[in-house]
């Protein structure tokens, strides 16, 4: 049976972690680090997710500043939010939660994030710094995917790695993390045209499903002994929760898996508080 790889208790240490580097350096940089949080309209689902990414921020000693604004909120109302944002001293990071209500057209206001505010790592410049290997803000989910994977000692170095999904958000990210100088995986990233994915998978040590269908990976889709990260959370008819891996028909081929929830979900979190704070270090503390 599969080691499970449990997100829930390795973001709990990454939590404790960054509240002791908060409490440790707070007196020298004359605040805590604050994270400013904008939630656009009343999507039952983001203001569940932004309560999860405020509680979390408070056991990590990181202050936030909400800014609720109505679903009806003109793209303009958006953008100068964010700008007055970006020109506050007394923020270090921005999280603009998505998707956003339709209507507004998130591209725009990621890309006015400042750089350095911004803790989602999705702007133009981070995205680029990522591609080139230069240091700068992660995304949440690949960064936390690494992280996990770093917790257990799971090497990715000359690993062939089967990506599933090309969003921006994680599949194309993780793609691009996995085979940078520093990690040396062999990436396939698979998607709508990729011709047989199942034998991609079947020749992966690694596998990271994040396409948004329940249950897509099944088990003659995997080798014995491979690593499977299930980034996927949907909600079935009946109101239970699953990922984008048939886990219990692939958990007894695999050598590790993550759970849903109780996996990835963490750590991501986990990695906007990481992100914060290296924000608020770098520009208070200059590290």
């Not at 973001?11 to 350096?25: F, G, L, P, T, W």
């Not at 209500?101 to 702007?123: E, F, N, Q």
């Not at 508080?273 to 608020?280: D, G, I, P, R, S």
Request: aromatic share 2%; charged share 20%; hydrophobic share 45%.
């Amino acid at each position: 049976m599969a080691i499970i790889l449990d997100g829930k208790a390795t973001a709990a240490k990454i939590r404790a972690s960054v509240r002791a580097s908060v409490e440790e350096d707070r007196g020298k940089a004359g605040r805590a680090p604050c994270l400013a949080v904008i939630l656009v309209g009343d999507d039952p689902a983001s203001q569940t997710y932004v309560r999860n990414k405020e509680k979390a921020c408070a056991d990590a000693a990181i202050d936030t500043a909400s800014h609720r604004l109505p679903s009806g909120s003109a793209q303009a109302e958006v953008e100068a939010l964010i700008a007055k944002l970006n020109a506050d001293p007394s923020v270090d990071g921005i999280l603009l939660q998505l998707p956003l209500p339709k209507g507004l057209d998130a591209a725009p206001c990621i890309h006015a994030i400042s750089p350095g505010k911004d803790v989602d790592g999705l702007t133009i410049a981070n995205q680029g710094k990522m591609v080139m290997g230069l240091p700068g803000l992660r995304p949440c989910t690949p960064a936390g995917i690494l992280a996990l994977l770093d917790a257990y000692g799971i090497p990715t170095d000359g690993r062939k790695a089967a990506v599933l999904g090309r969003s921006e958000l994680v599949g194309r990210s993780i793609a691009i993390l996995l085979s940078s100088q520093e990690r040396n995986a062999t990436v396939t990233l698979c998607h709508s045209h990729t011709p047989d994915v199942a034998a991609v998978c079947r020749d992966a040590d690694i596998i990271i499903a994040a396409l948004g269908k329940p249950r897509f990976l099944k088990a003659d889709m995997v080798k014995r002994g491979a690593v499977v990260i299930d980034v996927g959370i949907n909600r079935l008819d009946d109101g239970k929760l699953c990922g984008d891996v048939d886990f219990d028909a692939v958990a007894p081929l695999a050598s590790a898996i993550t759970p849903v929830p109780g996996g990835i979900g963490p750590m991501t979190i986990s990695q906007l508080l990481v992100n914060t704070e290296k924000a608020w270090r770098k520009t208070l503390l200059g590290g």
